[in-house]
């Protein structure tokens, strides 16, 4: 009040003209902030997009119309529309009709590459996998990231290593490489058997109460398994803990697909309005935030104390004693923040990832009785019935391997990667400018006859009988963890961990296709099956009694 009338006074100490002249500059100065904020969302939303297409329009690579603010995401969202709810579950996989209709639509109108939009921003597509290599491996330092997928990701995923670029990058995934391969990862065996085995126990219960044979909706339990894998492995004597923030943190993800969903996602400052969807999410958020928070800080602080001997030997202890090594530089830059991040992204990148490609290796299995039997009756010959799992018997499951890949070539949990260009580039004869997004196509090249033989439609596991390399004609077409130095990070821990659990299923179960299953792959983020997973699993015991 006083302030105000202070104010007031002063204004009125000043002579008019010197008011008036005060007046303008105000004014002037308001005017200049608005025409800033206009200028640079005319940039953003019309004018880099427009220039974009036609320096990609001389160059004869054509697509869909620009339509500003929403891109190609209304004609996209139609098309999904037009699809039948419930797909023939026939020999032919055409997955890319409901995973990526951009692919599927555009690539016989456009040819081997074409331009669409997302929002405002251009992605470039193309056939050939010489160009993943230049942007995923040759180039890979001008590739990076979009700031918009940062944005929407951080806010869970945390921006540990995967918004990171040049020495900062290289630091984290240094510390981190070494847990991933080798020796810590035959230490994960156990934990991972841990994390797996009450998801199964509670089937086998159902199965028994029913006589023997049940259905189940199985994605969420998929999710279960996978999430308590990363919690035992991850967070070793925590894991419960870990168990409470993944949940936490799926359910804030299921509402982001919601999002995304709806074109409104795209318009400019949307994301900030409070709505119900919005004020949810920032409350899943801080819940997460402080959990995750206390978590770390009681496992410092029992080790700093002398509670324990260590910090741990799971990736917690790992990454905290990487944070606090003062011998060198890396805790300086990997600290505690890098801890926190780091805990969330491995939550979202090795949680939902896994569980997806088990969702329809499973599918799999239950479709082709005569894979299913060959596979269990290797798992039989290597585990043996003692279900004795370690690092170098899943090895040896070769048969079970080749499925998984084969089931990861016709629905990959990725169905592409995004890059854009940090400045302008020239790479064979293509000319790339600066803020063009290159989408590596992974779910096309996966299915491109040209690559795979007129066969690449068709479930057939024996094609990686004698590796990746024998398997298609091109060596570097098969990216369903990407490739380069910025790949997943998690392959030989995801691929793991898929063998141990399809082992263990296969163990105790036969699986057949529901008839309430509903085929319908779809993706966003990720793929997965849009009206759930339903199969039937008999025991073993009690098909053997039959018998
Ligand atoms: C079948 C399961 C999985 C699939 C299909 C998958 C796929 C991918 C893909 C496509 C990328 C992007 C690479 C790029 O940007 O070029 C990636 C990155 C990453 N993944 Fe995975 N992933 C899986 C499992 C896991 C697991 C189990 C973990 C960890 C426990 C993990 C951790 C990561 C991390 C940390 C990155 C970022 C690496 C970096 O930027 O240096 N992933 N993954
Ligand atoms: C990503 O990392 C950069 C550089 O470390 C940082 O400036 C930026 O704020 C981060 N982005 C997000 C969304 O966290
Ligand atoms: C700490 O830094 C030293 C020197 O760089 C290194 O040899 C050691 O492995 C580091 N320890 C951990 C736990 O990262
Ligand atoms: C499956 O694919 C991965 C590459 O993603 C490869 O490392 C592995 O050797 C393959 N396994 C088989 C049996 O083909
Ligand atoms: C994703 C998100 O939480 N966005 C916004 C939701 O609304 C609040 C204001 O109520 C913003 O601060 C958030 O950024």
């Not at 006589?211 to 070793?236: K, R, W």
């Amino acid at each position: 009040m006083v302030f105000t009338q202070w104010v007031r006074f002063a204004a009125l100490a000043i002579p008019e003209d010197v008011r008036n002249a005060l007046g303008v500059v105000l004014l002037a100065f308001v005017a200049s902030a608005i025409v800033r904020v206009v200028f640079s969302l005319v940039k953003t939303y019309l004018y880099d997009p427009l220039s974009i297409g036609r320096i990609m329009a001389k160059q004869g690579i054509e697509g869909p119309p620009f339509h500003p603010i929403f891109g190609t995401t209304a004609e996209l969202n139609a098309y999904v529309k037009s699809v039948p709810e419930s797909l023939p579950l026939d020999e032919d996989h055409d997955s890319m009709r409901t995973v990526s209709p951009h692919f599927h639509m555009y690539f016989p109108k456009f040819g081997k590459r074409f331009l669409y939009w997302r929002g405002p921003h251009a992605k470039l597509v193309s056939k050939d996998p010489g160009l993943a290599k230049e942007v995923l491996l040759s180039q890979y330092e001008f590739f990076q990231r979009h700031p918009q997928d940062i944005k929407m990701l951080s806010n869970f995923v945390g921006m540990g290593l995967d918004n990171l670029t040049g020495e900062k990058w290289a630091i984290e995934r240094r510390t981190l490489n070494p847990f991933f391969y080798h020796d810590p990862l035959k230490g994960m065996v156990e934990g991972m058997v841990k994390g797996a085995e009450p998801v199964l126990k509670s089937w086998e219960e159902e199965v028994a109460r029913a006589g023997g044979t049940a259905e189940f909706n199985l994605e969420e339990d998929l999710h279960t398994i996978s999430g308590n894998i990363i919690a035992h492995t991850a967070f070793g004597t925590d894991h419960e803990k870990a168990k409470e923030i993944y949940q936490t943190q799926r359910e804030y993800v299921n509402l982001l697909f919601q999002n995304l969903h709806s074109g409104w996602y795209w318009i400019p400052g949307f994301t900030y309005l409070p709505t119900q969807t919005n004020v949810t999410m920032a409350r899943l958020r801080s819940t997460i935030d402080s959990s995750l928070h206390e978590l770390i800080t009681e496992r410092r602080k029992a080790a700093e104390r002398g509670d324990t001997a260590s910090y741990g030997n799971d990736l917690l202890g790992i990454m905290l004693a990487a944070a606090s090594n003062s011998t060198d530089e890396t805790a300086t830059e990997f600290n505690l923040a890098s801890v926190f991040n780091n805990a969330k992204l491995f939550f979202f990148a090795g949680q939902d990832t896994v569980a997806t490609v088990l969702t329809f290796t499973l599918l799999q299995l239950a479709r082709y009785p005569e894979w299913q039997d060959r596979a269990r009756q290797e798992v039989l010959e290597e585990v043996g019935e003692t279900e004795a799992y370690d690092s170098t018997t899943l090895n040896r499951l070769k048969i079970v391997g080749m499925i998984v890949n084969e089931t990861m070539r016709l629905f990959p949990a990725v169905i592409s990667v995004s890059k854009v260009a940090t400045k302008d580039m020239q790479i064979n004869e293509l000319f790339i400018p600066k803020g063009l997004t290159v989408e590596i196509p992974i779910v096309s090249y996966n299915q491109d006859p040209e690559i795979w033989g007129d066969d690449a439609h068709k479930f057939k596991p024996d094609r990686f009988e004698h590796g990746v390399s024998k398997a298609c004609k091109h060596p570097r077409a098969f990216l369903p963890f990407s490739m380069g130095p910025k790949m997943c990070i998690g392959k030989e821990f995801a691929l793991m961990e898929l063998k141990l659990v399809v082992a263990m299923v296969l163990r105790r179960f036969r699986l057949s296709v529901s008839p309430h299953y509903k085929h319908h792959p779809y993706s966003s983020l990720l793929t997965r099956p849009k009206y759930g997973m339903k199969l039937i699993f008999s025991s073993r015991q009690a098909s053997k009694l039959e018998h």
